[in-house]
């Protein structure tokens, strides 16, 4: 009999990984973005046209890359991140696979221009579905701009996927949102079709909320802060009484990571238990510190879930501390209700 199984080309390898790491145009500027964070950028620009589906350009002024190193990038598994297994285990970076931009470039037109500060020039990289189509030097500042068009250009069915542009921006205002928030020591400027949708002073958190979420914010924060052994957690809650008809803001993040976690979420909803109408949703921006040797946050290329060794202490300790807050900023309940 024949032998009959082959390894797939880079590119075929590639543009199946993509499928899972860029679902919308908003995992785009995610992975954009928080490669733009993990360089040491202090300010990000984020440029899209017609909700991403035209154009996603992200513009750092971090560390840039070398010619070999821009080359390189795109591969796939080519990380600077991390270099051996145990490192996923102490991880201090957003990334680590090493995949995003291999999958991007496998079904878009990528262009990047990247400067590092001792170099007088820059490298410029064109590539299409895999393919390197140009290489050039390129007069910039230091920092990277990588911009990203034609998404899906070679997957007509994810293309015609994509929702309205109003449910696309959504999607990328909340990825926005996600890493604005982790990041108030950084300043971000966001625009859609030449207007400005955000420019973000750096600041601290609580004002980072406020200019996010606008000025009645402010009145509304009350700060959670406990430390144990097991977790450092601080961040903010809303009021009772701003609790929200509609989902609200919800917001964990474990070491900055922005994480989605319906067990956790069900901590803080139990602190405000009596507290609020039944129906009604907590809005909260909680952060967690844990050891990065107690999580596993490689469970789904998109890193948004989180597998904790103590999920029963975190829960714990989260209801406890968000509990305290409450009482100790004397959040009686103002609302006459039946329970
Ligand atoms: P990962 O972030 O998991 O390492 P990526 O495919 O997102 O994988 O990026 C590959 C590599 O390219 C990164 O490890 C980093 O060294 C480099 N890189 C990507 N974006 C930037 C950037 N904006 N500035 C500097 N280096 C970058
Ligand atoms: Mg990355």
Do not use: W
């Not at 796939?76 to 090493?98: P, V, W």
């Not at 079904?107 to 390197?132: F, L, P």
């Not at 700060?223 to 964990?252: D, S, W, Y």
């Not at 901590?267 to 405000?272: G, L, M, T």
């Amino acid at each position: 009999m024949a032998d009959i199984i082959q390894l797939l080309p880079d590119h075929v390898a590639n543009q199946i990984a993509a499928g899972e790491v860029v679902q919308r145009p908003a995992s785009v500027v995610k992975e954009l973005i928080e490669n733009a964070v993990d360089a040491g950028s202090t300010s990000i620009k984020l440029i899209i046209k017609d909700a991403g589906k035209t154009l996603v350009q992200v513009v750092d002024n971090g560390k840039g890359m070398s010619e070999t190193d821009a080359r390189l990038s795109f591969e796939r598994h080519a990380t600077s991140k991390i270099k051996a297994a145990e490192d996923l285990f102490q991880l201090h970076t957003k990334g680590f696979r090493g995949e995003a931009l291999a999958s991007i470039a496998a079904i878009a037109h990528v262009e990047m221009n990247t400067r590092q500060a001792d170099e007088e020039v820059g490298v410029q990289i064109k590539i299409e579905g895999s393919t390197v189509v140009g290489q050039d030097v390129t007069v910039i500042p230091q920092g990277t701009s990588i911009s990203v068009k034609n998404l899906f250009f070679n997957i007509p069915a994810r293309r015609n996927f994509l929702k309205s542009d109003t449910v696309e921006l959504r999607h990328i205002i909340d990825e926005f949102h996600r890493v604005a928030l982790a990041h108030p020591d950084i300043h971000f400027e966001f625009y859609n079709n030449g207007s400005e949708l955000f420019n973000l002073p750096v600041s601290n958190l609580r004002q980072r909320i406020v200019h996010i979420f606008g000025g009645k914010t402010n009145e509304k924060l009350v700060p959670v802060e406990e430390e144990t052994e097991v977790v450092n957690l601080k961040g903010f809650i809303c009021k009772p009484e701003f609790a929200k008809k509609t989902r609200g803001e919800q917001f964990f993040f474990v070491n900055n990571r922005f994480i989605k976690n319906s067990y956790l979420h069900h901590a803080v909803c139990a602190a405000f238990e009596g507290l609020i109408k039944e129906q009604t949703h907590p809005s909260y921006f909680l952060f967690l510190e844990v050891d990065p040797s107690g999580i596993d946050i490689n469970i789904h290329p998109t890193k948004t879930e989180v597998k904790f060794d103590d999920e029963h202490a975190m829960y714990a300790i989260l209801r406890s501390a968000v509990k305290h807050s409450l009482g100790q900023f004397n959040v009686a309940p103002v609302l006459d209700f039946e329970r």
